[in-house]
Nanobody, 124 residues
Framework: QTHLLESGGGLVQAGGSLRVSCAAS????????MAWFRQGPGKEREFVAG????????YYADSVKGRFTISRDNAKNTLYLQMNSLKPEDTAVYYC?????????????????WGQGTQVTVSS
């Protein structure tokens, strides 16, 4: 059975940093684009960052560009999101997702594997 398991969320003050990880088990995703989405209180799930199968191409939402960095280690079957200069509006549950194609999409319905989410809370 395939699982994506996020870790590394927590509480941080505004301006601080966190790194969240997503470990895959049950199969590899070395041929698939992957992404991070988030869902804040009362909001729809939104695209945060995506990465191609090789890690050579990355994509970011305008709201996080220059502050967040997505990366992957295919040898470890793990996806990462380094979050710097965090703001209270970054508070959300962060989900990793694996898609069906080599390059990521910004649309949630293009992903068929999801983690359970990890809470990130940024205090002001």
């Amino acid at each position: 059975q395939t699982h994506l398991l996020e870790s590394g969320g927590g509480l941080v003050q505004a301006g601080g940093s966190l790194r969240v990880s997503c470990a895959a088990s049950g199969r590899t995703f070395t041929d698939r684009g992957m992404a991070w989405f988030r869902q804040g209180p009362g909001k729809e799930r939104e695209f945060v960052a995506g990465i191609s199968w090789s890690g050579g191409n990355t994509y970011y939402a305008d709201s996080v560009k220059g502050r967040f960095t997505i990366s992957r280690d295919n040898a470890k079957n793990t996806l990462y999101l380094q979050m710097n200069s965090l703001k209270p509006e970054d508070t959300a549950v962060y989900y990793c997702a694996a898609g069906t194609k080599p390059y990521p999409s910004q649309r949630p319905y293009d992903y068929n594997y999801w983690g359970q989410g990890t809470q990130v809370t940024v205090s002001s």
